[in-house]
């Protein structure tokens, strides 16, 4: 009878054993998650008074960049054009980029939709990577949605890294329905990782630019928590329409 409560415990040994592991493994990452996002990056950087305003955003989960559809510097129609979109007949005034992992990118219209088994294989071997780009008009800051003033020459710098793992544009060059008729996908350079996360492609963006950040930033908190608070009172370039949704 001994014998036989020994051999039965055996297995929830092991179960306790590898979740247990498990529940370390995870509580490590997050915490050097925190400390490598609590080191910053560029510490000198200061919002400039005359420059170009970007907006940095969040849904909670995954983080976003987003800039003035045209300027002096950069005309950003011509490498994601309005046309591409379900409505491009609106009068839109900001794109916003964000990279991600493409299965989940594409079949996920909302959380509710992201199974446990992509989750998985995204964990342990990681993804292709698309580019999500949403036009936007006139959005309006808020707490998940808030500005940054940056000089020309850092704006000059944010358009080549926020290009960096965007493919060569061909006439061919796939493009993928977005969630709604405002938003498309592209194809991307890079691969998905449990160190190159959708966010810390966010805050490497921000630091090849010069952007005060920090210097491993895989959580949306990461990036967020150094984006200066958003102030009520602060009236934006341009009349604000709406505060961007996903």
Known sequence: MIARRAIASRPVKLLRAVFGWLALIVGLYFLAGWVGSSIP???????SADGVEIIVGTNGVHTTIAMPL???DMDWTRIFPPSDTANPWRNYTHVAIGWGERAVFLNTPTWGDLSPLTVLRVVSMGGDALYHVEHWVR???SPDFRTIRISRAQYRKLVRALLRDLPERTPTRAVYPGYTDQDVFYDARGTYT?????NEWTGQTLRMAGIRTGAWTPFAGSVMKWVPPFDPAYVPDGAPDRVPGK
């Open 41 to 47: 990056a560029n510490r000198e950087f200061t919002e």
């Open 139 to 141: 959005p309006a800051p």
């Open 70 to 72: 045209r300027n002096a």
């Open 194 to 198: 449990t160190y190159k996360t959708c």
